[in-house]
């Protein structure tokens, strides 16, 4: 059962793509995804995401269930990188452990993508409200972390972080506004005029997926060998916390819901890791922070290790817990 999880998923052609533009690097090939499609690609899978999210959460009844559900993720983006800091410190500046630290506290829409894309080969549905605690889930931990660095940080002539201004760009931030605005379009539009553009939404998303994927490998793909250099840990790190995070809060997520859909939803948020709204939070406002140590982590080793076993371990802890 275990095995035949995990080579279903190593053989699915959206992962496939992904090694494909990690070898077209290895092989110095010129493929690439010119910037302006890559860019209308991952605009399309946020969307597709959020306005299908919306439907499902038009259709479904409030409850209790789906408030604790909200509270659960946005506490995880806050736990996250509270205790990942003091991990990280042992080893790296304050500078880049509170970066890191609200990274892997943060989530990963991409990744986000690709679970609900696993959850469909494994005929499973995904809840609209989970599209929600994703973008709620983005926000906090920038905060958290940008608090850490604040507090720890001894040095004199010390920037000072404004949390207001933070908080406004972490939710201004293009990604989670389009995403959230999609979310809200699709709650509210008209069932009849949403079904003119079901075929947009759905049934290209497998397709424009696997093309994301691979310009993902290329880009991976590049930042490598420059991350590779800076150690053991930082690669060891994130190798290990997001299977860490990503197995407890599918065993912890139990106590909110019992559906096994969303807890590993759950799982795949907490194991992510943030290489877009993170990075432009901390350029604005910490740049000493280290962007060559922070993005390679999360893009070039977590989000593969997300996409290969994280993935299927996750799902089989949701099943066995």
């Given at each position: 059962m275990n095995f035949n999880l995990l080579i279903e998923n190593l053989t699915n052609p959206a992962?496939?793509?992904?090694?494909?533009?990690?070898?077209?690097?290895?092989?110095?090939?010129?493929?690439?995804?010119?910037?302006?499609?890559?860019?209308?690609?991952?605009?399309?899978?946020l969307f597709s995401i959020g306005f299908k999210g919306g439907q499902e959460l038009s259709h479904e009844t409030l409850t209790?269930?789906?408030?604790?559900?909200?509270?659960?993720?946005f506490c995880l983006s806050l736990m996250?990188?509270?205790?990942?800091?003091?991990?990280l410190r042992r080893k790296l500046n304050v500078f880049d452990s509170g970066a890191i630290a609200a990274a892997y506290g943060s989530v990963s829409a991409v990744t986000f993508v690709t679970a609900v894309s696993y959850l469909e080969s494994q005929q499973q549905h995904l809840h609209g409200h989970m599209v929600a605690v994703m973008a709620l889930m983005e926000s906090p931990a920038i905060i958290m972390g940008l608090m850490l660095i604040s507090f720890f940080n001894k040095e004199e002539n010390q920037?000072?972080?404004?949390?207001?201004?933070?908080?406004?760009?972490?939710?201004?931030?293009?990604?989670?506004l389009l995403i959230l605005g999609s979310l809200l379009i699709g709650y509210f539009a008209n069932a009849k005029h949403a079904e003119?553009?079901?075929?947009?939404?759905?049934?290209?998303?497998?397709?424009?997926l696997a093309i994301f994927l691979l310009d993902m490998g290329i880009t991976s793909g590049?930042?490598?060998?420059?991350?590779?250099?800076?150690?053991?840990?930082?690669?060891?790190?994130?190798?290990?916390?997001?299977?860490?995070?990503?197995?407890?809060v599918a065993m912890l997520s139990g106590l909110v819901t019992q559906d096994p859909t969303n807890r590993f939803i759950f799982a795949v948020l907490a194991a992510s890791a943030s290489y877009i709204?993170?990075?432009a939070a901390m350029k604005i406002t910490v740049p000493k922070s280290n962007p060559g140590l922070y993005l390679p982590m999360a893009l070039a080793v977590t989000f593969p290790v997300n996409i290969t076993i994280g993935m299927p371990i996750y799902y089989l802890v949701v099943q066995q817990f």
């Open positions: 992962l496939l793509f992904f090694v494909l533009g990690i070898i077209a690097v290895g092989v110095k090939s010129d493929l690439e995804i010119p910037p302006n499609s890559s860019k209308f690609i991952s605009l399309y899978l209790a269930e789906i408030g604790w559900s909200m509270i659960f993720g996250i990188p509270l205790y990942t800091f003091f991990i920037t000072k972080i404004s949390i207001p201004e933070v908080l406004r760009h972490s939710l201004t931030n293009g990604s989670v003119g553009i079901k075929p947009f939404t759905n049934d290209l998303f497998k397709g424009f590049r930042k490598l060998k420059s991350f590779f250099s800076a150690g053991v840990f930082p690669v060891a790190f994130a190798l290990l916390v997001p299977l860490v995070n990503g197995c407890l709204a993170v990075p």
